[in-house]
């Protein structure tokens, strides 16, 4: 779908108040819209503005890089992927938890061209199949596993092959891409290298060889590839640039204020954008310190939030719940916290409240985006002048990226008015791998990229999501959009999350369902929750089911899966 805009592409930032639900994110004075830079480039600028500073830290174990002994440690990785024969677009998948070389590999990758390609921690042995096969993958790193996943073993049953053929030369069937496999970590395993072994091979390429790989580089080239979270259909492999994302990075770090003075805790997984992107390339641009977890746990947050003063932390929704909900949380100190992000899904504004009141993050800030989007289009800056905008928002366009609400009919939306949040610019995707069609449907022959996300824009130029467009319930010809009905029943008292979904009605079309996860100790039932309902917004939001459960299934990223959660209430309630 295409659409007309008052304003050509390539004008002047539009200011407001708007009259339509356009807009163009204006940039400060004095700085750039986008820097034609690569990764590697950044880095070197990181290195010289503050050589000893702190770059990577996990504050649970005795690991601590300044800036120049990380780049030191870059600069081996990525002369030892040469060695192994590693060239300038191949794919280099990382199926592994954010484990130390992790974040080093995403350098080293980009410093020699190559392209990072990013492994779901969740996946299984069909999902790693597919993406393997649908991703042409020559390289990849695994570590021993995840919770009752074995990597190993399953690289086995899917490549016998690597027990017999020697490393580097391995020839699968299944996997005709595929040519080499190195574990990361010391072990030794059959027909992989291990990670000393790669460092250690570095010695053999020439400084010039090295130099020169970099010096063929441009800021246009894809280094990173990641899969959509395959919440409907088969997952799509997002091709992504130098200049996308170090950019997007470059200014979600600029709306938190960040420094070399800061320090940002980042629990999130690195293979999914909000690590990679909004936590390392906003550091990397800014040179503040990358404090970062393993994998996800409250108490390690908490710990290495105080151990290390962090300024920052980042989390979807329900990371900061279970922080501010852990029985341990009041033995911790929160005071360094100023900044932060929250984003992966909704933020409900009791949480937002929480974080602000008891964590001490009076400038956090929402982000919103999709992968296809570098992610960041939209976010609230840390100086935003009310608790209600951070709140209800999500802020306003990216410097530099357009971004419209488009109705069905394909016109622009008045002010208010809901419809398809769209942007344009720097951040746009490169495209999906070896999907053409796909990704013309996606971003149209204007440019505008099609989110599915359902939003508004008011007068000052910011936005509101409410909805996906496929999640929007019907219910007797009344649209209902589940997040106006979440926020609503996140003040009943008890409630620590809820998820709202439709559920197929041979009467109506839909009726709503609302999943709730009680705080401890609350005690309600599905009468409760109608009774606070009734009365307060329109009969027809009022869920006609309540299911009060443990967990919401959730991808590794922290996202809900509510093509799930759809799928149980039509298990539960045949009958609506």
């Known amino acids: 779908m295409s659409f007309s805009l008052a304003s050509p592409r390539g004008t002047a930032p539009v200011s407001g108040p708007f009259t339509s639900s356009v807009s163009m994110g204006a940039t400060p004075e004095g700085l750039p819209v986008t820097r034609d830079l690569t990764i590697g480039q950044a880095l070197d600028a990181a290195v010289a503005a503050n050589p000893d500073g702190d770059a990577v830290v996990y504050a649970d174990r005795d690991y601590r890089l300044t800036w120049r002994q990380f780049s030191d440690q870059v600069d081996l990785m990525a002369k030892g992927l040469m060695a192994l024969g590693v060239g300038k677009g191949e794919k280099v998948a990382v199926w592994a938890t954010n484990v130390p070389h992790w974040v080093t590999l995403q350098f080293a990758t980009a410093r ?21 096969r649908q991703s042409d993958t020559e390289n990849l790193f695994i570590i021993d596993g ?51 072994e790669v460092l250690a091979l570095a010695r053999t390429v020439p400084d010039e060889d090295y130099r020169a790989r970099q010096a063929g580089l441009r800021s246009g080239d894809v280094i990173n590839m990641q899969y959509t979270s395959g919440t409907t259909g088969f997952p799509k492999g997002v091709q992504l640039t130098h200049h996308n994302i170090l950019n997007n990075g470059f200014w979600i770090g600029h709306n938190q204020n960040l420094t070399r003075l800061d320090r940002v805790c980042i629990p999130v997984p690195l293979f999914h954008c909000f690590g990679c992107v909004l936590g390392v390339m ?36 329900t990371m900061f719940i279970n922080v501010l909900e852990h ?22 504004v009791k949480t937002m409240r929480a974080c602000v009141d008891r964590m001490h993050m009076s400038e956090l800030t929402i982000c919103y985006g999709l992968t296809e989007s570098s992610p960041v289009v939209t976010q609230t800056r840390f100086d935003e002048p009310s608790l209600e905008v951070k709140c209800a928002t999500v802020g306003r366009a990216m410097p530099g990226i357009e971004m419209a609400v488009v109705t069905e009919s394909g016109e622009v939306a008045a002010l208010g008015e809901q419809g398809e949040l769209c942007s344009r610019g720097y951040t746009t995707m490169a495209g999906y791998y070896r999907m053409p069609d796909e990704t013309r449907q996606c971003v149209d022959a204007d440019g505008w990229l099609h989110s599915g996300d359902i939003g508004t ?66 005690d309600l ?32 990223s922290g996202k809900i899966q509510k093509y799930l959660l759809r799928e149980e209430a039509a298990r539960r309630w045949p009958s609506a």
């Open 282 to 317: 906003a550091c990397v641009s800014h040179g503040s310190t990358l404090v970062l977890l393993e994998k996800y746990d409250p108490v390690t947050v908490m710990m290495s939030v105080e151990r290390e003063a962090c300024t920052a932390l980042y989390g979807v929704p």
């Open 146 to 196: 995840v919770r009752d996943t074995d990597y190993v073993a399953t690289l086995f049953e899917l490549v016998p092959e690597l027990r017999d053929h020697p490393r580097g030369q391995l020839r699968s069937p299944r996997f005709p891409s595929l040519r080499r496999v190195v574990f990361l970590g010391a072990q030794k395993h059959r027909g992989m290298y291990a990670v000393p």
């Open 457 to 522: 824009m008011d007068a000052e130029g910011y936005y509101r999501v409410t909805g996906r467009l496929k999640d929007m319930i019907i219910r007797g010809g009344e649209n209902i959009y589940p997040k106006e009905l979440e926020e609503y029943i996140h003040h009943l008292e008890g409630v620590s999350d809820v998820q709202v979904v439709g559920v197929p009605s041979a009467r109506y079309g839909e009726q709503c369902a609302a999943f709730i996860i009680l705080r401890p100790g609350a």
């Open 525 to 556: 039932s599905e009468a409760d929750v109608q009774d606070f309902c009734r009365g307060r917004i329109a009969w027809y939001k009022i869920p006609r089911f309540v299911a009060f459960v443990e967990a919401y299934p959730m991808t590794a």
């Open 112 to 132: 020699i061209g190559a392209v990072l390609l990013t492994v779901n921690t969740n996946y299984k042995s069909t999902e790693i199949d597919y993406l393997l």
């Open 327 to 348: 029985p341990l949380f009041p033995k911790f100190d929160f005071s360094s916290l100023r900044t932060g992000i929250m984003a992966g899904s909704p933020c409900p």
